[in-house]
């Protein structure tokens, strides 16, 4: 998709599309200041945008939440990523929409910038070699906690990911990619970019929201499909020794998708033998629904 002049992927700013070697922010904008910002990464599928409306509500909670108000309606957002996938020719690939609160001074102020910035890229990518798909991928527990949700709410995607990255350089230390992350209170709550799953007898859970985690739409999307399965799923406070203790466990997000975890901390999953029969399943089943055409909704 990328040419050497550096004109692909045309990216479009603030309602006007450039080449990617013209779409550049100022360094005056909050959302490189401060962080102060939100985001969606969303994925097309055969020309359609996976739960497109879910992203977009998403968004525009997160914004909500940090009193920054999109200077576009949801349908306009709407527009803007379908033009972005059509200038680029792209019909499966990956969308990462940005909204920064804007050009100000150099204070915290963040009513100082008077007008948000938006930004939509849509490219390729690939988060894991797709090998790992087969074998499982090793992760570790991070010694570092999620943020408590009292001090900054992980349903917000904002633009600040330090605590996150400081547990994917903890992975990257380990030699891994991923790391669990457990709260305050020692519950697992979620990995750097993905939702976990823990599998114990055919029984599914997954943390619920209130373990302090963002509320993936992937994740709901497994949730939704393993009723559809008659697969007995429950969302509901983990311990860490569900998870390492469990059958089988996996990941959701929308760069892995559905990817199942093939040792926690150098110990095996399960028989360590790589993706189970339930992970297989929900993976089977995700690309079932996206075969039929990806849902919108
Ligand atoms: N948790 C975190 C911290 C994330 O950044 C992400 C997205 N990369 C997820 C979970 C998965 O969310 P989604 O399925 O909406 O991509």
């Known amino acids: 998709m990328r040419d050497t002049e550096g004109d692909r992927p045309l990216i479009w700013i603030d309602g006007a599309m450039l080449p990617r070697s013209q779409a550049k922010i100022s360094v005056f904008d909050h959302g490189l200041l401060y962080g102060d910002g939100c985001f969606e990464g969303i994925r097309a599928y055969g020309g359609r945008i996976f739960k497109c409306r879910s992203h977009i509500d998403r968004l525009y909670r997160s914004a909500d939440k940090i009193r920054l108000e999109i200077p576009y309606s949801k349908d306009e957002i709407d527009r803007v990523m379908r033009e972005c996938l059509k200038a680029n020719d792209i019909k499966d690939g990956y969308i990462r929409l940005v909204v920064t609160r804007g050009v100000g ?5 963040p009513f ?11 490219d390729s990518i690939s988060l894991y070699p797709p090998e790992m798909y087969e074998t499982g991928m090793p992760i570790i527990v991070a010694k570092r906690p999620r943020i408590p949700v009292d001090c900054l709410d992980p349903r917000i995607k904002s633009l600040n990911y330090l605590n996150n990255i400081l547990a994917k350089i903890e992975a990257i230390d380990a030699g891994v990619l991923e790391a669990l992350m457990l709260n305050k ?16 007898n055919g029984a599914i859970a997954t943390p619920d929201s209130e373990s302090g985690l963002l509320e993936g739409i ?8 393993c009723k ?9 406070i983990l311990r860490l020794e569900d998870v390492t203790g469990a059958d089988e466990v996996f ?8 990817i199942a975890v093939k040792s926690i901390d150098g110990n095996p999953v399960g028989d360590g033998k790589g993706e189970g029969p339930i992970t297989r399943r929900l993976r089977e089943g995700f690309r079932e629904v996206l075969a039929q055409g990806a849902p919108e909704d």
């Open 105 to 109: 001074t150099l204070g915290l102020h």
């Open 112 to 122: 100082r910038c008077p007008r948000p910035g938006v930004i939509c890229i849509a």
């Open 185 to 200: 209170q020692g519950e697992v709550c979620e990995c750097t970019g993905d939702n976990v799953f823990a599998v114990k």
């Open 218 to 225: 992937t994740r709901r999307f497994v949730i939704d499909l």
């Open 228 to 236: 559809k399965l008659g697969l007995p799923i429950e969302e509901r």
């Open 251 to 258: 990941l959701t997000g929308t760069a892995a998708e559905i």
